[in-house]
């Protein structure tokens, strides 16, 4: 069966009807029709295209006499529909209804927040196609007066198998194609409406950085540091808006990579534009810091409060309150300073980077790949020595180093990504994840059970927090402990995977310079 309907377009805009081509259809079929009515159809998706990339296709659909709906088709092409009032956009999903729709999307949106992605205002007629036996075998549904975006587009008429007729649907798709001023249409009326709006599916996604290994070294570190630049601008709105927390953990991960870029290969620039911009983006890790922490502790407050023995999940309703009255406070704070002159001049310093940044010894200048394969080896040997060194006696301090460490080597991997083999790319930063995903929940474990004492100190202060809730976060700190001591277990057959024969031999290969 067809996962989708068969689209026909009138090939002259404002054509008023499809009559010519449902006369084609008789006499083997007739057809039935409902009275035409003005809709008005919103697409929604999330900011990355979570229910694009599932094949799913969500609507928000208005009338003048019926009540809003969303219609959802899933992958498979089954229609999902419930009812959708008092909803604006953006939306997250504790916003909708319970539902058959809420329910199929619920988990692929996760915590990201349903926005407009196209827009139409038309009218729309639903037709059945009989077959002799008057039995409903096709239904038709179409599009005309539509305009998306003040554009005017062309008339569509959508063809759709019912259940256990696909056959019928074949003959009723070979009819209309032979019909002069219809075409069959490759793209759906979603796709056109996104076209006139100058958008597409997978828009979201930033064009890649343009690396050579011949390349200049400063060229290409300005390069890595402007396309950090166009996710921060990207996601900036999202983040002053808190349409949903992952526009701020992206905006973060771009300033983060920055300041690692900076540090790990800054030296080939000229010093004074790279030092202030270093200061800068330090500036804004300290302002954005509190607001993601507080965000980490409510997102994971769920899972944690289901692994309670003791306590009931219900105990640390108190403690999740007092986290969002915190996360509000520090959010203010936050946008305010996103909003102010200070932020926007960090921006200018950021774009005028390429324009005062020259080499530090252009005399010596090294080339993108050379660079690229010395920093890869310094790192790879920081990381090797400092595990080596780890024993079971080791304090937690050596882990929180080693990770730090890691990190750079993975942050030198992703920005030099272009240079290297693909293969033996993907396959050392598989090695260097593995480790990194210990001793990230060694160090996180550690992190949060530190916090949550000291929400409790801090809650057990004000005299108001129920004893059930103090000792239900004891619980969930003692949780943490134990996720610690589990990922403590794990680190030495981790890094003895890291440090193979065969993923030394991939990083070996990696800093011996670049094939581009």
Known sequence: MRDAAVSFVADDAGMPTFGSALASLSPRFSVESSPARQVKRTWLDTDDWRLHEAGMVLEHTETPTDDPRLVLHDAQGRRHTQPAQQLSWPARIGALREGPVRYQ?????GIRALLPAAELRGRQQDLRVLNPDRKTVVRLIIESSVRSGGVELPDQLSVSAVRG?????????????????VSASEASLYERALAAAGRAFGDDVPEP?????????????????????????????GVVRDIDPE??????????????????????????PAEQLGRDLKWIGDLTSPTRDLDVHILGLPDMAAGLQSAAPTDLDPFRRYLLAQRRTEFRRLARALRSARFRKVLEHWRALGLLAEPSDPEHQVSAGEL?????????????????????????????????????????????????????????????????????????????????????????????????TVLAMGELAAQLSTH?????????????????????????ELASGSPA
Do not use: N, W
């Open 372 to 468: 690229a394969a010395q920093r890869v080896r310094q790192a790879h040997r920081r990381v090797t020595k400092r595990g080596r060194s780890i024993g079971p006696d080791s304090q937690p301090e050596a882990l929180h180093d080693l990770r730090k460490r890691c990190k750079e080597l993975r942050y030198l991997l992703e920005i030099f990504r272009p240079l290297h083999d693909p293969a033996t790319h993907r396959c050392a930063l598989k090695d260097l994840k593995g480790l990194q995903e210990v001793l990230g929940e060694f160090q996180d474990a550690e992190v949060q059970s530190l916090a949550v004492r000291e929400f409790a100190a801090t809650m057990i202060s004000t005299r108001s927090t129920p004893a059930p």
């Open 484 to 508: 610690q001591r589990h990922a403590r277990t794990e680190f030495a057959a981790s890094f003895a995977a890291f440090d193979s024969a065969d993923s030394r031999a991939r990083f070996r």
């Open 165 to 181: 007729y696909q056959d019928q649907a074949d003959r009723v798709i070979a009819r209309l194609s032979t019909v002069k001023g």
């Open 105 to 109: 999307i619920e988990s692929v949106l």
């Open 247 to 272: 526009f701020l953990h992206d905006f973060r991960v771009a300033v983060r990579r920055s300041r690692s870029t900076l540090k790990l290969a800054g030296d080939v620039l000229e010093s004074e």
């Open 209 to 237: 950085v343009l690396l050579t290994g011949s390349m200049p070294a400063s060229s290409a570190v300005i390069a890595v540091l402007h396309g950090f630049l166009s996710t921060v601008e990207r996601t900036l709105d």
